[in-house]
């Protein structure tokens, strides 16, 4: 069956500490990779996603991501979290043959920013 | 981008009745989805709401326990029936307009 895995529940650091959310996905073929974000109070916005190219893509407010086809990884990468950055965060890939907007989600990712 | 509101925004309701939740989009979109996110899991989606045809469900949904109406291209209703405290969750109305948009969620607790 086709899964997502986010690998921490709930990652908690400092102020200025760098980030890495790691993401799997279990599914070979052509795949369009997205990473969201849910501010506390907020709806899930688009954080960043990969769809074909340079597999190191830029998002919003300073994140990026990078694509590994060999080990069929997505990680999420900040260098310096600030306490805004507080929000839980959900990978997505979108699996190859399935209807637009049939996401697969992870689990997400708890990340809390100590000012 | 797409603005989307859903009503209600929460609700706390009685096991055995059914709740009925809109989802209304700023713009014009032929495809409308609906997730669900249970306490401690993931988003999964529970159907694919197209305007002028019935409703595709996902493995393990079924029409009967969530209809959906999709009247036209930028309002849709999706009804939890004859609730039990497992359907307790928050319901996620998507669209996709040029990227993915999702709703505000509705919090439904069913004691």
């Known amino acids: 069956a086709q899964s997502v895995s986010q690998h921490n529940h709930h990652v908690i650091l400092s102020e200025a500490a760098s980030l890495e959310l790691g993401c799997n996905y279990s599914y070979g073929g052509t795949v369009n990779l997205f990473w969201y974000v849910q501010y506390p109070g907020q709806h899930l916005q688009l954080l960043l996603k990969y769809f074909s190219g340079d597999p190191l893509v830029k998002g919003i407010k300073g994140f990026e991501a990078e694509f590994i086809k060999s080990k069929f990884s997505f990680n999420l990468r900040k260098p310096s979290v600030q306490w805004s950055d507080t929000a839980e965060y959900f990978c997505?890939?979108?699996?190859?043959?399935?209807?637009?907007?049939?996401?697969?989600f992870g689990k997400g990712t708890k990340l809390s920013v100590k000012p | 981008s797409a603005v989307i509101s859903q009503k209600p925004s929460r609700d706390i309701c009685q096991r055995g009745t059914s709740l009925t939740i809109q989802c209304q989009v700023d713009?014009?979109?032929?495809?409308m989805f609906w997730y669900r996110q249970q306490p401690g899991q993931s988003l999964t989606l529970i159907a694919t709401a197209n305007q002028g045809s019935e409703a595709t469900y996902e493995s393990g949904f079924v029409i009967d326990k969530f209809p959906i109406s999709r009247p036209n291209l930028t309002f849709s209703t999706l009804t939890v029936s004859n609730m039990s405290p497992e359907d307790s969750s928050i319901y996620l109305c998507?669209?996709?307009?040029?990227?993915?948009?999702f709703g505000p969620g509705t919090r439904l607790t069913v004691l």
């Open positions: 713009s014009q979109v032929t495809m």
């Open positions: 997505a890939p979108h699996p190859p043959g399935g209807s637009q907007g049939n996401l697969i």
């Open positions: 998507s669209v996709v307009h040029n990227e993915q948009f």
